[in-house]
């Protein structure tokens, strides 16, 4: 690789980290920001997660736009409205303003998901492309790695505003790189955006991760089942609807690719344990184990040198023996993560095991990431680059939607089992272990985003052992979720081809 492609492929590193970086920064500190804009406990989950929301909607519709419009010309854009949109969310007044910077927030986010990865493959040779991808997860690993502790720091000395100037300086430093080093690619010819798809798409993974969410009351609630119905018909006519147009949002045909489909399905699948460990480990970390903003930042940053060294590793892997036997041993990483927390975890852990796992998670992530995204751009045509890697921000920005929505779920189900079992064995009632449990923590926020307790949860038990019980509900969370990675690998080993194909 020549120098000018290095740092154009930098400076796309750089933008296609911020849209990770930037809802983890406000989710690590949502504490510190929900009192200080007197957030309702009930919006903390919807405020965490509106950006993501918003990405995970339109990256279909900004991937089509780009081929149409360029590529090169949207992702500017997009940096440039981030840097404002940020910097204006930092001076809010209150909880309602700083919603619609993040709502405003979420389009900016949306172009440097779905552009960045688009630009590299039409700016790269095919042969060294899995080099390039490597140069990207190795950017992305320093910056997840150092971002956590920064905003940390900056929230502790500066306070809550400061959140909203780290990625601006990231984004204008990415501007810079692309507009010197990056070049237009052709654009297609003019055609309509399928708005009609794009919707339905919009309206299908809103109404899931908003059903999943309100199903912790219940599932027989119509807040639950009602969002979740009207999901499954908005994908139906989806589908329909893509198959029939002449222009649509998603290439369906490339769905009858098995390797195509297990890349986008490991690409959720990362999207899904990080957007989830992440609610874990601030929750985990500061309601049980009283560790401050700034020293679960510190959680991300061992290892980080060694991860950039590995997905710098993992592109030439793949480039030499192709993506299947790296994809199968990052997920396998992925699984281990899960498994050591789920084993290890007592209300005593030791802080070097929560860094081990975040490590191994964030290892298993960056090894996953390279083979995954290669397979997904090898079957892009030059003028539908933008169109194909849409595709696979719109699989990781949904992971990473309902990560914390379905963690929170999966968790709220085991915690009532272990503080019901816990008052069973100190001959409480359901009912008075029930009241307790209300009189000391709020009730798991609603919205997707973070399971919101009240910060006296573990000192005032009222008899229950609710350290115990919120650990143990975590392990075996954990324990679950591991499933996931594990049945991608299966999959992996039996369709992704073992040589290159042609």
Sequence with gaps: MTA????????????????????????????????????????????????????????????????????????????????????????????????????????????????????????????IRPVAIGIVMATDAVLYGLSPLVGGWAVGIVGWRALFVVTPVLALVALLLIVRYVAEPPRQRARALDVVGVGLFGVALLGLIYGLSAAQNGITAAQAWAPLLGSALAMAVFVRHERRAPYPALELALFARPAFVVALLAVLTVGFLCGGFSVVLGQFGGLVLGLSAKTIGLVYLPGTVLLATVSILAGHLVAKYTARPVLISGLVVLAASGLVLSIIATPTLALWVLVLTTFLLNLGADLVSTPASDTTLSYAAPDKAGSVAAMRSTFGTAGYALGPTVYILVFNVFFQQQWMADAQSRGMSAEEAGRAVDSVGSSLAHSPGASIFDPNLVQQASGLALDWDFTNAIRLTMLAVTVVPVAVAILAYFLVPRRERD
């Design 4 to 127: 000018r492609l290095v740092l154009a492929t930098l400076g796309l590193a750089i933008a296609f980290a911020i849209p990770g970086i930037d809802p983890r920064l406000l989710t690590l500190n949502l504490g510190a920001v929900g009192e200080a804009l007197d957030v309702p406990p009930g919006q903390l989950g919807f405020l965490a997660s509106a950006a993501s929301l918003v990405v995970a909607a339109a990256v279909l519709a900004v991937g089509n736009l780009g081929d149409i419009y360029g590529l090169k010309r949207l992702l500017v854009y997009g940096l440039v409205a981030h840097i404002g949109v940020e910097l204006l969310g930092g001076l809010s007044p209150g909880y309602a303003f700083l919603l619609v910077t993040r709502m405003a927030d979420g389009v900016a986010l949306t172009a440097m998901a779905g552009l960045s990865l688009a630009l590299l493959t039409v700016s790269v040779p095919s042969t």
